[in-house]
């Protein structure tokens, strides 16, 4: 994860400098000739002369930008080592692009726009990088944007990992305190980080504090703690991640990184950092705001025909567990008679369920009762594609028997689902279920909800198990 959260930020400045690339050559050019700056003695040459040469320009700028590495860490280097970089590679830039507009002898540039492109260039540049940095910085210091990790271990390899992330503090990652196996520590400070407890106190440390990653950084005599904390978190919803204290414990199985010479192991992750969560996300909005807009007549029938048939409200508001373990009111349509819950409890629903309304059989088979829950995708509160969400009093029960029934929760719920898909749905299953949907976390990418989406269409709308 700290790779690809580094790997974001990267793409997001290069994307940034693209833009204010382009915006530099279209103010030296409007500067040079709409202005009264210099006068034009020529005339004014065509516009799309010089649009032309933009696509050549961003490509030069991008090789040399990533030959300078202007997009490494810069935690420790000073804000005048960082305009002598960009002065110098915009230099370098800006004399390919005039080598360029030397072989395009169809059309002589304007040396003063060239100049004037390189001026700005570098002043564009040098505010946006600080500009930027000075925001992270600001919002961090406000306590936006921070991922509060805890690490086991609290010797040296403890140590030296949280005085690295604390040097990166572009990476949001707070370190609010240590476990040890050793009880005299607990209390101390150990480079201004507290040693909060034992390893034998994680469960209470978890209900007491707010904690999005543990990194295991146990030392090689402490490796026999191991097991029992892993096995402990798998059924818990934070990231899980073990920096080896020895090169040979990267044969843990996992997805292994380098971060500042630390192997990482990461066991526990979501797979939606940086732009796939973005596209996740954008694809879920455009596509809600759509079906309701779609299926709207259809949502305003079927309400009026349970208010026809039966009194009470047109909506069910039930409260499941979603993404990270937070519970929301996920919407349906009303198929059951009103306080159907009032003798029986939390039940799931079963075949010729007395408690259903006429027109309830029809709208669960046909999955219709769904249909208002992609207000809770635009909502952001669930997506399309994921795991199907359940009651908080049914996770209480199913993550103390079925192995890490937990992991679903490291993505949004979905309306429709690859266990769905597979015609697993209502009662079946909760083992081929949590199988499924662990495969469809390992696997995520976008054609994959494309394929899901597709597959609920052609037969998963209506299933024998759905009543």
């Not at 909060?196 to 026999?224: K, M, W």
């Not at 909506?315 to 159907?340: H, P, S």
Request: net charge positive.
């Amino acid at each position: 994860m700290l790779k690809k959260h580094g790997d974001f930020f990267k793409s997001l400045f290069f994307i940034m400098d693209l833009l204010l690339i382009s915006a530099a050559w279209l103010s030296a050019y409007a500067l040079r000739f709409y202005t009264d700056l210099i006068p034009v003695t020529k005339g004014v040459p065509f516009f799309w002369s010089y649009l032309t040469l933009l696509p050549g320009v961003l490509i030069i700028w991008g090789i040399v930008f990533k030959a300078f590495d202007l997009y490494r860490p810069r935690r420790i280097s000073t804000h005048l080592s960082e305009v002598w970089d960009m002065t110098k590679a915009c230099s370098l830039a800006t004399l390919m692009v005039v080598a360029l507009s030397f072989f395009l002898r169809q059309f002589e540039y304007s040396r003063l726009v060239l100049i004037l492109f390189w001026g700005l260039s570098i002043v564009f540049m040098t505010l946006s990088r600080w500009t930027s940095r000075e925001i992270l910085r600001f919002l961090r210091k406000k306590g936006y944007n921070q991922r509060y990790a805890l690490i086991v271990g609290a010797g040296t390899l403890g140590q030296e990992l949280a005085a690295k992330l604390h040097r990166h503090r572009e990476l949001g990652v707070r370190v609010i305190g240590y476990l040890t196996r050793k009880r005299e520590k607990v209390g101390q400070e150990l480079r201004e980080i507290k040693v909060l407890g034992s390893y034998d106190e994680l469960p209470e440390i978890l209900a007491s504090h707010p904690v999005d990653q543990i990194f295991l950084a146990l030392p090689h005599e402490a490796y026999t703690h191991a097991e029992k904390i892993i096995r402990y978190l798998q059924d818990q919803t934070v990231d899980v991640r073990i920096v080896p204290d020895l090169l040979q414990f990267m044969t843990i199985g996992g997805q292994a990184e380098l971060f500042e010479g630390l192997p990482i192991v990461t066991l526990q992750a979501t797979p939606l950092y940086g732009w796939n969560r973005i596209i996740k996300r954008a694809a879920d909005t455009f596509l809600s705001v759509f079906m309701l807009l779609l299926i709207s007549p259809l949502m305003l029938l079927i309400a009026i025909l349970i208010k026809w048939v039966s009194p009470g409200p047109v909506l069910y508001r039930q409260k499941r567990m979603g993404y990270d373990g937070c519970v929301f009111e996920m919407l349906k349509f009303r198929t059951m008679r009103v306080n159907a819950e009032e003798e029986t409890g939390a039940v799931w629903a079963r075949p010729d369920d007395p408690r259903r309304t006429l027109l309830g059989s029809f709208l669960r088979r046909t999955s219709l009762d769904e249909l208002p829950q992609f207000w809770n995708v635009l909502k952001g509160e669930m997506s399309i594609v994921g795991p199907r969400p359940e009651r908080p009093e049914f996770v209480a029960k199913f993550r103390e028997t079925i192995p890490k029934y937990m992991l679903r929760h490291k993505i949004k719920a979905g309306i429709t689902g690859w266990a769905q898909v597979k015609g697993l749905r209502g009662n079946t299953s909760l083992e081929e279920r949590i199988k499924y949907d662990l495969e469809y976390i390992e696997r995520w990418s976008l054609g994959l909800d494309i394929k899901i989406m597709w597959l609920t269409l052609w037969k998963g709308l209506i299933n024998k198990n759905a009543y």
